[in-house]
């Protein structure tokens, strides 16, 4: 299918990108039957260093190719590949009786034991434990999210050399935007840039998932064919590859951008793709085994922190509003008037929660703030929530979606948070947010022209960042889970601070 298929824009998250069926030229490739030992495939440039040709290789012992020594490593790093289901690896190992050392990568797949190996960049001194754990003490010195994001890019780009290092984070929709980012200097900002889903297609970030690190030194260079293409009719599998070739689609991407090598590196939040350190080079650069060894330890660590973090960032405004809460509670149990409270304390309780604007409706009254829509629209919006009758607070992050009107109000208000006051739901407190898209600015030099390829002009950052803002017209940043927590412990207070007085009105009217 992929074969009959040819990849383009509309189809390109069909694009089996783990099948290729080639390798990046800074290394070469060899597979073994797991049983027999004997090579099975062999990427084309092989044969350069391994002086014959893949015809003559095929079905040869591995005891032919490597070295006896090798071969007792490879023996010993199979265990820890099956075992912990990952890619071993080891650096500056003589594989070859004379010829240059080489890092080298171990891992199964479909019973097929794959060597990756690439020249040795020797580097004198360098130890990756001490790296990583240098760079993570500079990071933990950092004490709001912002400037960890920051050294985390500042870092990230120390240990590589890349021109350009980005946090990119994903949005519930696959969606991203750079939140943090390192660059030499005279290089245009991507910071605070938003690109659709589009650009990191689906399959590339459930791959992203299990394989942590992703380069491409030379994205000019030509990728080596592994032969024969199909076993069994089946080609082999290289999602966990080190040196799997990469979509022509993204190739020309990079190409656009003017980039001459990229690399990535995973961030997981509990087992989840969260984002990608996106690096970029203006020329071709590699990084040794080692030094992405080390950048991969890095991803992980920083995994741990920010998921720390972030936790503790959300629990701090959880908390914070917590106490806002109490605050509002307190005071508004000894008022007395049953929704003239809620109306009096509207800038309290829009602190609540980060919202753009707040409305309460209550007993066919509006009272309105901050970035909402105006009384009319606010009195339809009423009409649809009376008609849906939530039971409990509602999120929703696109209005027009389920009430078309919204679309006239989108601009001010396209996200709501509802809180119904009663049941069944008569009167609401709602807490809106603006547009999403309106947010945002493009950085970018727009005089600066880059000639783009054969596909066009979708395939740059500008057009990326249009097409992402024509997907979220009309949307909100969505409510969070805390958000709704918050909003949940509101709504059961107020019933009960209404219940409470309407309780004591009953007992003045007797
Ligand atoms: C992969 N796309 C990627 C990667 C990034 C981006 C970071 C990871 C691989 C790498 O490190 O180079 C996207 N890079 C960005 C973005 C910025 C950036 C958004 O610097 C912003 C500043 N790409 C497209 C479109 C398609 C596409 C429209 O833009 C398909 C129609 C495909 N992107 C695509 C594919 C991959 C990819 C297939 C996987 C490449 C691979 O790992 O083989």
Same mark, same amino acid.
């Given at each position: 299918?992929?074969?009959?298929?040819?990849?383009?824009?509309?189809?390109?998250?069909?694009?089996?990108?783990?099948?290729?069926?080639?390798?990046?030229?800074?290394?070469?490739?060899?597979?073994?039957?797991?049983?027999?030992?004997?090579?099975?495939?062999?990427?084309?440039?092989?044969?350069?260093?391994?002086?014959?040709?893949?015809?003559?290789?095929?079905?040869?012992?591995?005891?032919?190719?490597?070295?006896?020594?090798?071969?007792?490593?490879?023996?010993?790093?199979?265990?820890?590949?099956?075992?912990?289901?990952?890619?071993?690896?080891?650096?500056?190992? #003589?594989? *070859?009786? &004379? +010829?240059?050392?080489? @890092?080298?990568?171990?891992? /199964?797949?479909?019973?097929?034991?794959? $060597?990756?190996?690439?020249?040795?960049?020797?580097?004198?001194?360098?130890?990756?434990?001490?790296?990583?754990?240098?760079?993570?003490?500079?990071?933990?010195?950092?004490?709001?999210?912002?400037?960890?994001?920051?050294?985390?890019?500042?870092?990230?780009?120390?240990?590589?050399?890349?021109?350009?290092?980005?946090?990119?984070?994903?949005?519930?929709?696959?969606?991203?935007?750079?939140?943090?980012?390192?660059?030499?200097?005279?290089?245009?900002?991507?910071?605070?840039?938003?690109?659709?889903?589009?650009?990191?297609?689906?399959?590339?970030?459930?791959?992203?998932?299990?394989?942590?690190?992703?380069?491409?030194?030379?994205?000019?260079?030509?990728?080596?064919?592994?032969? #024969?293409? *199909?076993? &069994? +009719?089946?080609?082999? @599998?290289?999602?966990?590859? /080190?040196?799997?070739?990469?979509?022509? $689609?993204?190739?020309?991407?990079?190409?656009?951008?003017?980039?001459?090598?990229?690399?990535?590196?995973?961030?997981?939040?509990?087992?989840?793709?969260?984002?990608?350190?996106?690096?970029?080079?203006?020329?071709?650069?590699?990084?040794?085994?080692?030094?992405?060894?080390?950048?991969?330890?890095?991803?992980?660590?920083?995994?741990?922190?920010?998921?720390?973090?972030?936790?503790?960032?959300?629990?701090?405004?959880?908390?914070?509003?917590?106490?806002?809460?109490?605050?509002?509670?307190?005071?508004?149990?000894?008022?007395?008037?049953?929704?003239?409270?809620?109306?009096?304390?509207?800038?309290?309780?829009?602190?609540?929660?980060?919202?753009?604007?707040?409305?309460?409706?209550?007993?066919?009254?509006?009272?309105?703030?901050?970035?909402?829509?105006?009384?009319?629209?606010?009195?339809?919006?009423?009409?649809?929530?009376?008609?849906?009758?939530?039971?409990?607070?509602?999120?929703?992050?696109?209005?027009?979606?389920?009430?078309?009107?919204?679309?006239?109000?989108?601009?001010?208000?396209?996200?709501?948070?509802?809180?119904?006051?009663?049941?069944?739901?008569?009167?609401?407190?709602?807490?809106?947010?603006?547009?999403?898209?309106?947010?945002?600015?493009?950085?970018?030099?727009?005089?600066?022209?880059?000639?783009?390829?054969?596909?066009?002009?979708?395939?740059?950052?500008?057009?990326?960042?249009?097409?992402?803002?024509?997907?979220?017209?009309?949307?909100?940043?969505?409510?969070?889970?805390?958000?709704?927590?918050?909003?949940?412990?509101?709504?059961?207070?107020?019933?009960?601070?209404?219940?409470?007085?309407?309780?004591?009105?009953?007992?003045?009217?007797?």
């Amino acid at each position: 299918e992929s074969r009959a298929t040819p990849v383009d824009l509309e189809n390109c998250e069909r694009e089996p990108i783990h099948l290729l069926g080639a390798v990046q030229s800074f290394g070469f490739l060899l597979a073994f039957d797991s049983t027999q030992w004997t090579i099975t495939r062999l990427s084309h440039n092989a044969a350069g260093w391994l002086g014959a040709g893949p015809l003559e290789l095929i079905g040869r012992p591995i005891e032919n190719v490597f070295t006896h020594d090798a071969i007792h490593l490879i023996r010993g790093q199979l265990q820890t590949a099956v075992f912990s289901n990952a890619v071993a690896r080891s650096f500056a190992v #003589p594989l *070859l009786n &004379d +010829g240059p050392v080489f @890092d080298i990568a171990v891992h /199964v797949v479909d019973g097929s034991i794959v $060597i990756e190996c690439e020249p040795c960049m020797h580097e004198q001194g360098v130890s990756s434990g001490a790296l990583v754990r240098a760079m993570i003490s500079r990071l933990q010195q950092a004490s709001e999210l912002r400037t960890f994001y920051r050294v985390a890019a500042r870092e990230m780009r120390g240990l590589t050399g890349f021109d350009r290092v980005m946090v990119y984070r994903f949005d519930h929709d696959g969606s991203g935007e750079v939140i943090a980012e390192s660059a030499r200097g005279g290089l245009e900002s991507y910071l605070g840039l938003h690109y659709p889903a589009s650009d990191i297609p689906r399959q590339a970030r459930i791959l992203y998932e299990r394989n942590w690190l992703r380069i491409i030194p030379d994205i000019s260079a030509r990728p080596a064919a592994v032969e #024969p293409g *199909l076993i &069994d +009719g089946r080609p082999l @599998d290289l999602s966990m590859s /080190v040196l799997r070739s990469v979509s022509p $689609i993204h190739i020309e991407y990079l190409q656009n951008m003017g980039v001459g090598a990229s690399m990535s590196v995973s961030i997981l939040r509990d087992g989840k793709l969260w984002g990608l350190f996106a690096c970029h080079h203006y020329a071709p650069h590699n990084v040794p085994f080692e030094r992405r060894t080390a950048a991969e330890l890095f991803g992980q660590m920083f995994s741990l922190l920010m998921e720390s973090r972030e936790r503790d960032a959300e629990s701090l405004y959880e908390a914070r509003a917590r106490k806002l809460h109490n605050q509002l509670v307190t005071v508004m149990a000894s008022e007395a008037t049953r929704f003239d409270s809620i109306v009096s304390h509207l800038d309290e309780i829009a602190e609540l929660l980060s919202c753009d604007g707040i409305g309460v409706w209550t007993g066919g009254h509006a009272t309105l703030q901050g970035m909402a829509p105006t009384q009319d629209q606010f009195a339809g919006l009423i009409g649809h929530l009376t008609r849906r009758n939530p039971g409990e607070v509602l999120a929703v992050h696109e209005i027009a979606a389920e009430h078309p009107p919204g679309r006239e109000f989108a601009d001010r208000a396209a996200g709501m948070l509802v809180v119904p006051l009663s049941r069944p739901a008569r009167d609401f407190l709602v807490f809106f947010r603006k547009e999403v898209a309106r947010s945002v600015n493009w950085a970018g030099d727009p005089s600066k022209q880059v000639s783009v390829g054969p596909l066009g002009s979708r395939l740059t950052p500008r057009k990326s960042f249009e097409l992402w803002c024509e997907t979220v017209r009309g949307q909100s940043i969505p409510w969070q889970p805390v958000d709704v927590r918050i909003a949940e412990g509101l709504r059961v207070s107020l019933l009960e601070v209404i219940l409470r007085l309407s309780a004591i009105t009953e007992v003045e009217r007797k």
